[in-house]
């Protein structure tokens, strides 16, 4: 994904299969350029972020919360430490979680054009 230039033919046919289904679901040329782009955007972009965050599980997502809390004084980051304590830190987060619900978003607001 990352050879823009000289793509094989696997990401081709992704992107193909991509832009078709798009065009068969309705969206004009215009639509689907701009719904490919937003999907393979945030999809890939989310990979790579998710790839160099240093926790794998629920138990490292913890770990590394409370040492940069530890390190961090509460004061200077109120947001950030309400967003750890309140969110990231309760029983069942998963940050996989936060993917779905980012597409959630786009999938509604593809739609909506879709349906303008």
Not at 16 to 33: C, K, M, P, W, Y
Not at 73 to 96: C, F, I, K, N, R
């Amino acid at each position: 994904m990352d050879s823009g230039a000289t793509p094989g033919p696997a990401t081709l046919r992704h992107h193909d299969a991509v832009i078709g289904s798009l065009r068969r679901g309705g969206f004009t040329v215009a639509q689907a350029a701009h719904a490919f782009s937003l999907l393979d955007s945030y999809v890939y972009g989310f990979v790579l972020q998710e790839l160099s965050l240093p926790f794998d599980s629920a138990e490292d997502t913890a770990e590394v919360a409370e040492a940069i809390l530890a390190q961090m004084p509460a004061s200077e980051y109120p947001y950030l430490t309400e967003l750890t304590t309140d969110h990231v830190l309760q029983p069942g987060y998963d940050y996989a979680d936060e993917f779905v619900f980012g597409l959630d978003l786009i999938l509604d607001s593809l739609e909506r054009l879709l349906t303008a």
